[in-house]
């Protein structure tokens, strides 16, 4: 089985940097992975195309401008994006994407809500494209409902379903019982795609291939939302010592370095604080916004990890983080 | 003592079952029918032998009733509505349309006369869009805050909302949904820049609605907006009870000001966490009222 491996570096990467990657750094960066025998690179605001907003946070740049320098400097690997319906409307953003040449779209909706990424998956395949249908949260529903949400995205036409563990809250055990249930159940390709929350990114993407996964998802130097992604460059290292993969690795770690020099500062890590929003199984891209408002109300950030998980907020709830923080605080 | 609004409501699912309650409940109105396309739906069980007429002829039901009533609350499909609003004008009757059409003029009560193109219509025979619950919820906000900034650059609502309150329509429509909420925050603001944002949350217990409007503006006076909301809300709440501010407007940054509401749902047929349906169903039933007090 050929891995499918995909590159969210410079999408879930735009997490980690408040959304402030530049048309620049884009197109250095697809230079190089369009050597490294990947499938594809994901590129845009943290939250997906047309997610710019002052709720989510404001992309310093367009989508246009990264999607475009992206598409230049790619010959070979696949140009993706990410559209959460909601946000992103098939008329604003998914059609220019379409005529800015991207290859690959993958409609993310929260891992219950599989029917209003009908009308974006039909719009998409209507036109021929290469759709995946995404779940994101996954952990925050049974095996079950998982495999049912799973089947709905593929009836409406999706070529594949990946799902995500945006909370980074999984351990081996757990991807490998939810894999396992939706390649069983599932007549197309399945994928995965980490958080490092709890440090087993890596770990969790080798259990998702075993399992029967044949799209990982992955980020040079784990670049995304909260602790991370799994890193790209760790998942095919190991990867190689388990199977022949045609992958070279240098490029990827060339990759790795890249990002590295770049943004040092950015870097995202496993803390006290990812740890508990991994078991609170809070979505990682909070993390700027409970910072914030952590200080300026001076409540702990555990505190306020621990009442979003037990609200059970999703993303795009953020403007509610403030709302929990003066409950707490009985303001 | 001034003559009832004899009205009937088309549309027999958990909208147009909500709206019958609520206008049974109503000392202005009178419920003269409630027509459906299923002899047996449960709405339609829900009101029998409650008031005059209960159809299920869809169209045809609707024919026979026009003589008995002044208005039409339409809570089908879109498609249905251009059908019905078609007839409603050979009738001369007015329509109050809850579906995502859009075909008819977009009304926010508390907003009537102070806000451009926001007025009843003059002739008695007219159809009023209900907008989104997204546009309800956030007119009064963004109304209150953008009377009192300078240089409005943009405006973004966005609305989170019970999965259990989102329908096949809604879930069908969310495209649609924008495009309108922006146009309504458009038309407000007069800013060409808007953004707006659905999210369903499925959490057990399920949420209330929540709206928050950000503004990014040259200045804000956020006092003045404390007291446009002091006098408006109360209006909204006249109609929308479960109308609240949850987060007053406060700043970002030096620029964008940001303020959330939340809409619970006065739970007539429709549960309490259904505030996005509710504001919908209030704002109908209030524009209404309105419109026949203006033009009878």
Redesign the interface.
Known sequence: MVIKFQDVTLRDGNHALRHSMTPDFVSDYCKVADTAGIFSVEVGHGNGIGASSFLVGKASFSDRDLLSRARSALKKTRLGVHVIPGFATAKRDIQPAIDLGVDVFRIGTHATEATTARKHIEYLRSRDAYVQGVLMMSHSVNVQVLVSQAKQLRSYGADAVVIMDSAGNYIPNDVTTRISALVEGLDCEIGFHAHNNLGVGVSNSLAAIDAGASIIDGSAMGLGAGAGNAALEAIVATYRRLSSTPLQLQPLLDMSSLVETSYRDSLPRMTAVSIQSGNAGVFSGFAPHVKRVSQEYGISQEDLWTELGKRRLVAGQESMIREVAKDLMNL | MESLIRVAVIGTGNIGTDLCERILLHQDFELVAFVGRRPNSPGLDKLRGRIRHTLSDGLDSLASIWAEIDGLFDATSAASHRLHWIEAQRAGKFVVDLTPSHLGRPIVPVLIGKTPRMDLEENFCANYSMVTCGGQSSAPLIYAMATHSDGIQ?V?V?S?IA?LSAG?AT?????EY??ATENMARQITGCDAT?S????????PP?MM?T?V?L?VNHIDLGAVNQEIASLFPRVSEYVPGYEL??EPHM?DPH?A?A?VKVAGAGYYLPPYSGNLDIINAAAVETARLHFAQSH
């Open positions: 943009e973004e966005s989170s999965s096949p879930r069908d429509n969310l495209d924008i495009t953004k944002i659905l999210v369903l949350n499925p959490a057990e949420v929540r928050t950000h990014r949850v987060v970002l964008v940001s959330t």
